[in-house]
């Protein structure tokens, strides 16, 4: 075998190692790439909603951390160590703003200082809220599906900003989820169409669903706490609660899973109505086998639990 023949088999052998690993071998943070090692980026996020987000156009591509579990209340989570040691290591850390994670927002601005740092809810135009007086930007965007589709566009680029050669794979996951979304869109719309009229007024624990309501064509009809969770309403705040719930005629209110539903409980059984079997999902994902472990499931569960208490005719399993 001369020398020739050789080198034309070991050329041979080293394309043919590096097509196989071209596909996009992934070994821990590392991503094979055309026969070159990239360290995949790492993406740290503070919420079961934004991980899902960020999960779906990343995929294997990223390396991937949510702060918060489901369950856990944004509004009144307090960081640990493990966070802070967590955000000093990201590369890219997206978070909602508009003051939604108060206590981890602080810790990013302290402990993110090498991260890329995006408030994904700060590129849309909020709902203004009254809160004690102080006009305040409401931050549960995520109600309109709209504004979900237009913060998985940014999440694709400020990704693609991560790992450029991936662009055309991070593009391709984000209109993928698109056409996921915008079904989801109509399909909530459809559903609170079939509610009564009189019956499209929604009364919750606190107020996280003004996007939804505004989008889907519903009433806020009342809640025990503003737009964040951490003052407890007073006995005047529940007393004018009750009497709005009568007024109003509606057949149901309606707990959420973050919040103790005690007290509106207590408040539907003073002003005589029912409280929704199924609690809502507000501010964070359901747990494995939850129903609403995506942001999608959790939508739909929503919508057939308020469109089914409310006395419409959802199309549900």
Known sequence: MNHETIMKMKALFFAGRHLA???G????GWLSLAGLAVARPRVVVTTTLIAD????VGQDRIQLSSLLQPGVDPHV???TPADAAALEQADLVFYNGYNLEPGLIRLIEAT???ARRVALAEILEPIVADEDGIPTPDPHVWGNVENVILMVEHIAQELTEQVPNEAAFFQANAAAYRAELEE???WIGEQIQTIPPANRVLVTTHDAFAYYTQAYGLKMGGSLLGISTEEQPSAQTVAQLVEEIRALGVPAVF???TLNPALIQ???AEAGVQVAEQELYSDSLGEAGSGAETYVAMMRLNTCTIVAALGGSPDCP
């Not at 071998?25 to 821990?28: D, E």
């Not at 987000?53 to 779906?56: A, F, I, L, R, Y």
């Open 184 to 186: 989801l869109h109509t």
């Open 25 to 28: 071998l992934v070994i821990g």
């Open 53 to 56: 987000w960020v999960g779906q």
């Open 112 to 114: 993110a200082q090498g």
């Open 77 to 79: 989570y307090e960081p």
């Open 255 to 257: 707990a959420e899973t």
């Open 266 to 268: 207590t408040v539907a």
């Open 21 to 23: 690993v071209g596909f």
